[in-house]
């Protein structure tokens, strides 16, 4: 029983043929919090990112992408590489949602803070850490267009710090 259940539940993935899909965009994000109130936070950001992936079902798609996360010229850049899920609606203009859970690669100028226990710690980096966004989009013949909140975790020597921002993407699908 618990086979036939299994396959009743995947064999809609594969009935439809499955098509790729290709993405590149831009976009700009602000932040809006962080872990720590009295920490001065991340400055808003500039992003580039591509996504690739197959449209498993004409509502579900899956794929892998990575971004480019820009802070300024006092951060390093940021860059998650995570996977793409995507619910998609139908139409001329396709509503779709989407996941994008991951991992950021970041790694810090070198840096002394003083610990909570009040030692110094010098000579550490920050690392990247967890990493997601979700939110809403839209496509239209070869355009999209999406919003969504980000959440970018740096792992320190002492804690993770997670920021948070919500942004837009405009971009191309490409054939």
């Known amino acids: 029983m618990k086979k036939l259940t299994f396959l009743a539940l995947i064999i809609p993935f594969f009935s439809i043929a499955q098509t790729k899909y290709l993405q590149a965009g831009a976009g700009y994000s602000i932040a809006i919090n962080h872990s720590r109130p009295y920490y001065s936070g991340l400055p808003n950001e500039f992003a580039a990112e591509i996504a690739g992936g197959f449209n498993v079902s004409k509502v579900f798609s899956f794929g892998i992408g990575a971004s480019y996360l820009a802070f300024g010229k006092r951060y390093n850049p940021y860059i998650p590489v995570y996977a793409d899920i995507k619910i998609n609606g139908s139409g001329?203009?396709?509503?779709?949602?989407?996941?994008?859970?991951?991992?950021?690669?970041?790694?810090?100028?070198?840096?002394?803070?003083?610990?909570?226990g009040g030692y110094y710690i010098s000579g550490f980096h920050s690392k990247g850490g967890f990493y997601s966004n979700l939110g809403v989009g839209v496509s239209f013949r070869v355009f999209y267009f999406q919003i969504g909140h980000r959440f970018i975790t740096f792992d320190d020597p002492d804690h993770p710090r997670t920021y948070s921002s919500v942004g837009f993407t405009a971009g191309v699908l490409i054939p």
């Open 92 to 116: 001329k203009v396709k509503p779709y949602i989407f996941v994008q859970p991951g991992y950021g690669f970041y790694r810090s100028e070198s840096k002394t803070l003083i610990n909570q």
